[in-house]
């Protein structure tokens, strides 16, 4: 039996609102966030030569998670490290923010490559997460083919019309000057025949204001510890390169003591402190490794004592007596600060 078609549309009409009584379709969930992510990162891709790049890994994670995160600067080849840090954590929407900086230099032009970092965390079971290689190029400051292109050879002469009087009067004030210029020298030269050069400081002075400067670091810092030991590595790296001309501030410990082994003047004596010196400091540097109060001192004990033995003494008596105060000075604020030592240091140790 056919049914009017008006019977059909209200059937139809009562018939929608039961379909769309039913469930809502059910929204997909968002993927929960992973309890711990970690990247890497650097600020130039592309740099010149003498360029400073921060390069920074940052380690986000759920609180209460405990997460190791290694030290990076040994891994870090080709460029100079120049100052490193770690912030204080941030904390944010029940997560944790982590930041580790590193300030590089490349002085040399190529292609480089900062090693991935990994990290490692228990949540629930042990985890490890691996950043990405990270490539930068250095480039140089000159053109490519060694050339200048913003020097401009100089213009040809042009002739001046000029009036003969004007011109021989112009002759003669340039005579005059130039008179009065050779007297007025001949007369600065007489003034000045006693005059004593200008003194070049001495590598080993450098050294001895620079040790007795880092004196005065607080070592219940941690950072400020460490910041030490990439400085009296400093110290010590540039006094031999300015004693035994040594590109040492570029060298590997290696290549420093290689090459201090075929000097015959070195003594084994000296040798042996600043094989020890450099061995100590690249641990604390590049390991991560946390010295004791007594290697802090022993650190530089040696490296004073090494700027001591290995100094160019000059032959005027004068000379000596003001090397000889300096080291005495340099010494003086190593026993005015030992009882630092004792106390901050052992706190910079507890505390760490």
């Not at 049914?3 to 139809?12: C, D, R, T, V």
């Not at 990162?41 to 209460?64: I, P, S």
């Not at 000889?324 to 030992?338: E, F, I, K, S």
Request: net charge negative; aromatic share 6%.
């Amino acid at each position: 039996m056919t049914l009017p078609s008006s019977l059909n549309i209200l059937l139809g009409a009562l018939a929608v609102p039961a379909a769309c009584g039913g469930e809502p379709a059910a929204t997909p969930a968002s993927a929960p966030e992973p309890p711990v992510e970690v990247r890497a990162a650097v600020d130039k891709a592309v740099a010149t030569t003498g360029d400073l790049l921060t390069y920074e890994v940052v380690v986000e994670h759920d609180e209460g998670i405990e997460v190791a995160v290694p030290e990076a600067g040994a891994e870090i080849a080709g460029f100079r490290i120049v100052d490193l840090g770690t912030d204080l954590p941030v904390k944010k929407g029940g997560r944790v923010i982590e930041r580790r900086w590193y300030s590089l230099r490349a002085d040399l032009v190529g292609s480089y490559v900062l090693p991935p970092v990994s990290v490692t965390y228990n949540a629930p079971s042990p985890t490890t997460l691996t950043t990405s290689e990270i490539f930068v190029e250095v480039a140089s400051v000159l053109p490519a083919d060694g050339t200048a292109t913003d020097i401009r050879d100089i213009k040809p002469l042009e002739p001046v019309a000029a009036d003969l009087p004007w011109l021989w009067m112009a002759v003669g004030a340039g005579a005059l000057v130039l008179a009065g210029g050779t007297v007025g020298a001949a007369w600065l030269r007489r003034r000045r025949r006693r005059a004593r050069a200008p003194r070049v400081v001495p590598p080993h002075e450098i050294a001895f204001a620079a040790l007795s400067e880092l004196r005065q670091t607080d070592f219940e810092d941690t950072a400020a510890m460490r910041r030490y030991y990439f400085r009296v590595s400093e110290v010590v790296r540039a006094y031999v390169e300015g004693r035994f001309a040594l590109n040492a501030t570029d060298l590997t410990r290696e290549e420093i003591l290689t090459r201090l082994a075929d000097l015959s003047d070195l003594e084994p004596s000296p040798r042996e402190k600043l094989t020890r010196f450099l061995d100590h400091t690249d641990q604390v540097k590049f390991a991560n490794r946390e010295p004791t109060t007594a290697e802090i001192g022993e650190t530089y004990e040696r490296a004073l004592s090494f700027v001591e033995e290995t100094m160019l003494v000059p032959a005027a008596v004068e000379a000596g007596s003001a090397a000889g105060n300096a080291a005495g000075g340099a010494r003086g604020g190593a026993a005015d600060g030992a009882r630092h030592d004792d106390s901050a240091a052992t706190t910079a140790g507890d505390g760490r």
